[in-house]
């Protein structure tokens, strides 16, 4: 009788763990290689600059020399800039919580020259990707706040990648938990000041194979409980079978 009780009860916790979350599954990659994965490059002129050097998409300037985008430096334009890459509309088949990776490399004049990553819900207003969200690869640093780029939402004072990073490395965020059927956009935003670039003339800032991956939303935290409870339930049976058989 013992055993019975038992096997009901690991085949019980087993139902259970059958419900666990399966790994994130990226529901939106692109290379680059064949083309430009429908994103779409826009520049900010507040001081009405000609700009030199938008996002540009090229077939060698990916990791590896495959395909990707590059956007920058502005060396010599005298004015402020911001190249703008953003992705088409992406829809959610499922709800969960969205994770965002992209392999990128730069060279950006440290602390004065940047980029930041933003994300738009359902067609609303671009926001930044905080550096707390990000567990891999995060923000290096923070525009310099002394000399005052003089715009409404200009980048002084924000968190951005800036400094060098010469090899290709993968940066990894958490975006939140979102429904299916809620659409996101992901924006790479490329900051210049009216002088200086980084140690590397020729880079500005490179990014490829970017990705958006779905976790499912975890079960409700009442199941869980009981899911563990399972385990005081077996150790009570045993030791009311153990009871009654010394009886």
């Known amino acids: 009788m013992r055993r019975t009780i038992l096997l009901s009860i690991l085949a019980l916790g087993l139902g259970i763990t059958g419900s666990i979350p399966s790994p994130a599954a990226a529901f939106f990659s692109v290379d680059f290689n064949a083309n430009d994965g429908g994103f779409t490059q826009s520049t900010v002129n507040p001081l009405g600059a000609s700009p030199s050097a938008p996002w540009t998409h090229g077939s060698t300037v990916g990791v590896g020399g495959s395909g990707g985008w590059t956007a920058g430096p502005e060396e010599g ?8 890459l953003t992705s088409p509309v992406i829809s959610l088949a499922d709800s969960g919580a969205v994770s965002l990776s992209f392999d990128h490399r730069y060279s950006f004049e440290d602390g004065w020259d940047g ?20 567990t891999q690869n995060g923000y290096t640093g923070t525009i ?10 200009d980048m002084n004072g924000l968190a951005v990648f800036t400094g060098e990073a010469a090899t290709f490395g993968s940066s990894l965020a958490n975006l939140g938990s979102f429904n299916a059927g809620d659409t996101l956009q992901v924006r790479f935003r490329g900051g210049w000041d009216w002088n200086g670039i980084g140690t590397d003339p020729s880079l500005g800032w490179q990014i490829d194979n970017i990705a958006l991956a779905v976790n499912p939303v975890p079960l409700p935290a009442a199941v869980w409980l009981f899911g563990s409870g399972v385990i005081g339930l ?6 009311t079978m153990t009871s009654q058989t010394s009886a």
């Open 77 to 84: 334009q005298g004015n402020l800039v911001e190249h703008l």
């Open 144 to 153: 310099q706040t002394n000399d005052d780029w003089g715009y409404t939402d």
């Open 115 to 134: 980029g930041q990553v933003l994300v738009s819900l359902n067609g609303g207003t671009f926001a930044p990707v905080s550096g707390a969200s990000f």
């Open 234 to 239: 077996g150790a009570m049976a045993r030791r």
